[in-house]
């Protein structure tokens, strides 16, 4: 059984940077098949989908955050992390890491973690 | 951007009852079209992929059907837990993946 878990600061100042890590348990990210996934939930809205990474280390960004945002991969630990940049009150949300097929539906989803951003 | 929007916003129906809930893609994307359930302070979970392949464990009760633009999930007999809000993803042209706004099925 897959599962992932996120962990990382709740709160985050504005303007300084916002990191997330996924621990995954039940599958290895050094295997091929599947896209490691962050997406986020503002408060009251809908899904937003941030990226992919893939287990060759390859990212795809959603083109509206690719200038803040950075995904790796750390196989050794079987986690991969977030790392978006020069935060605002609109980066506020649940932040969701997940599992998606290939061709990329989610199949399996941590059960996210809440971050603020406030000073 | 593939814009996904979903119709109604909110629709209140009886345990028991029929729920047919719609997507519309803003470009063809097949039969890359996804269904996910989400309850209050939960992830959403995984209902339906290919437009209306079921995923594992998922009640014969829900079903997707459509292609190209025109997607509708139905859901046969409302059971309790069933009341929660229902998201539609397409997943034939990315990046980015884009999501419906979400329908809130309510008593």
């Known amino acids: 059984q897959v599962q992932l878990q996120e962990s990382g600061p709740g709160l985050v100042k504005p303007s300084q940077a916002l990191s997330l890590t996924c621990n995954v348990s039940?599958?290895?990210?050094?295997?091929?098949?599947?896209?490691w996934t962050w997406i986020r939930q503002r408060p009251g809205k809908g899904l937003e989908w941030i990226g992919f990474?893939?287990?060759?280390?390859?990212?795809h960004y959603n083109p509206s955050l690719r200038s803040r945002i950075t995904m790796s991969l750390d196989t050794s630990e079987n986690h991969f992390s977030l790392k978006v940049n020069s935060v605002t009150a609109a980066d506020a949300a649940v932040y969701y890491c997940?599992?998606?097929?290939?061709?990329?539906?989610?199949?399996?989803w941590g059960q996210g973690t809440r971050v603020t951003v406030s000073s | 951007e593939i814009v996904m929007t979903q119709s109604p916003a909110t629709l209140s129906l009886s345990p028991g009852g029929r729920a047919t809930l719609s997507c519309r893609a803003s470009q063809h994307v097949n039969n890359f079209l996804a269904w996910y359930q989400q309850k209050p302070g939960q992830a959403p979970r995984l209902l339906i992929y290919?437009?209306?392949t079921r995923a594992s464990g998922i009640p014969a009760r829900f079903s997707g059907s459509g292609s190209g633009t025109e997607f509708t999930l139905t859901i046969s007999s409302l059971q309790s837990e069933d009341f929660a809000v229902y998201y539609c993803q397409q997943y034939h042209d990315w990046p980015p993946l884009t999501f419906g706004g979400g329908t809130k099925v309510e008593i």
């Open positions: 997940a599992r998606a097929a290939i061709p990329p539906f989610i199949d399996y």
């Open positions: 990474i893939y287990n060759t280390g390859s990212t």
């Open positions: 039940g599958y290895s990210l050094s295997r091929a098949g599947y896209y």
């Open positions: 290919g437009a209306s």
